[in-house]
């Protein structure tokens, strides 16, 4: 004889989640971390890098430029350099260079290239002087060498001597170039990494070698399949070239390609990026849906985070992060601060879990929050539960902000409810 008893299922089921920083960029699980003036510490994410008052400007700057410990300043009213730890103006500059490139002398002075759309230039001791009737959108010294590119055309000149850089306006054989051909586009960046020259096209990279007095030049086409490179978002990140397409944010050894993310470069206008590096990290200005944004890439976490320091008009880095917002020069600090210009800040997660209802979301951390889900919002306090109770859509964003620089998130916590009818 057989005997049947029936089993109840219970009506519904629940799954609870804490969301370290970790597990919120997981997107293997279909989230997406969007830090906006949110940076990561060891108490979790805390209220992004502060700034510091460093000098006046007398105009509207357009550009800035870092050479070790000075910074310059692109005046577009006045067509003037402007150099603000010395005070020193260079006019007639033109327009406004795209590439800086720094040389040294023995005696440890150096002077400066300036590689705009339509010629060179060269300040040392004060003085400004054209250096050639060729222009580039980015350039870099490589084995005593100025190399920079132009749209298909690599240039370059001879070696410095021991007294300083070759200014090839005073002498008709300082240059050479080399035409490329018209496969993968314009060049949009160049570097100087581990001994070799690489070149950044459109759609591709060469590797280039151009060693001593003979140049003994040899170039080839790496392979490569990340998108489509946007011009200016080339940056030497000390053990690794990184750059940005339209498919993200990537990093490359000389090797090997490693794709770090989309790196919110969705939220980017990819034809406006001011590369360089800070500490190793990824540092760029990029303009997207809330303006001029100062964007943060770390390697070693693996995570990037957009700083508003707005309203600001350019940012670079090097020994040191700085960015202008009229009429004062600042320098990036590591003490918090609410960005300038913006009473908030805020990061927006994105929940994949279209099968599940949202009973609650609650902060752990300090301080109080706005969190807003879909349409509804509500002001907590820090272990305060926001009760939903709705079913979610198949990429359900929750933005947590607050207007107090003590913002510290350790987690969040999630509370999901599973109907048997589902």
């Not at 410095?160 to 060049?187: L, Q, V």
């Not at 978002?233 to 339209?246: E, K, W």
């Not at 907590?380 to 207007?403: H, M, N, W």
């Amino acid at each position: 004889m057989r005997y049947e008893k029936g089993i109840t299922l219970p009506a519904e089921s629940y799954s609870f989640e804490r969301l370290t920083p970790k597990e919120m960029r997981d997107a293997d699980k279909g989230r997406k971390l969007s830090l906006y003036h949110v940076r990561e510490s060891a108490q979790g994410l805390v209220c992004g890098e502060g700034y510091q008052k460093m000098y006046g400007v007398d105009t509207y700057v357009e550009r800035l430029y870092l050479n070790d410990h000075e910074i310059y300043c692109y005046e577009p009213g006045t067509r003037s350099l402007f150099e603000a730890t010395t005070r020193t103006r260079y006019k007639s500059v033109g327009a406004y260079p795209y590439a800086a490139v720094a040389h040294y002398h023995e005696d440890g002075t150096s002077g400066m290239y300036w590689i705009s759309s339509e010629k060179l230039m060269h300040t040392e001791n004060g003085q400004l002087e054209a250096a050639g009737n060729y222009g580039g959108i980015a350039g870099v010294l490589h084995h005593e060498r100025l190399f920079f590119v132009s749209g298909k055309t690599l240039y370059y000149t001879r070696p410095f001597s021991a007294e300083g850089a070759e200014n090839p306006s005073r002498d008709p054989h300082g240059f050479g170039k080399i035409e490329f051909s018209t496969e993968d586009g314009d060049f949009v960046g160049i570097a100087s990494f581990r001994n070799r020259l690489y070149l950044f096209r459109e759609r591709g990279i060469l590797r280039v070698r151009a060693d001593g007095e003979a140049l003994n030049f040899s170039a080839e086409t790496l392979p490569y399949a990340c998108g489509k490179i946007a011009s200016g978002s080339v940056a030497n990140c000390g053990d690794r070239l990184a750059f940005i397409t339209d498919r993200g944010l990537y990093s490359f050894d000389g090797g090997t390609y490693r794709f770090a993310g989309n790196g919110d470069t969705e939220e980017m206008n990819l034809s406006t990026i001011h590369a360089s590096s800070y500490l190793g990290k990824y540092f760029a200005l990029v303009r997207g849906s809330q303006g001029n944004s100062i964007y943060l890439y770390d390697f070693e976490r693996n995570y990037g985070h957009f700083l508003l320091a707005t309203p600001l008009t350019d940012a670079v880095a090097g020994y040191d992060a700085f960015f202008e917002s009229y009429p004062y020069l600042y320098r990036l600090t590591e003490e918090g601060a609410l960005p300038k210009g913006r009473t908030e800040c805020f990061l927006r997660l994105t929940l994949c879990e279209p099968l599940r209802r949202l009973e609650w979301v609650r902060i752990v951390g300090t301080g109080e929050f706005t969190v807003r889900i879909g349409t509804r919002q509500k002001r907590v306090k820090a272990g305060e539960k926001f009760l939903i109770g709705a079913r979610t859509s198949p990429k359900t964003e929750i933005t947590v902000s607050a207007d107090s620089s003590d913002f510290a998130i350790s987690a969040i916590d999630v509370l999901w409810r599973q109907p048997n009818d589902d």
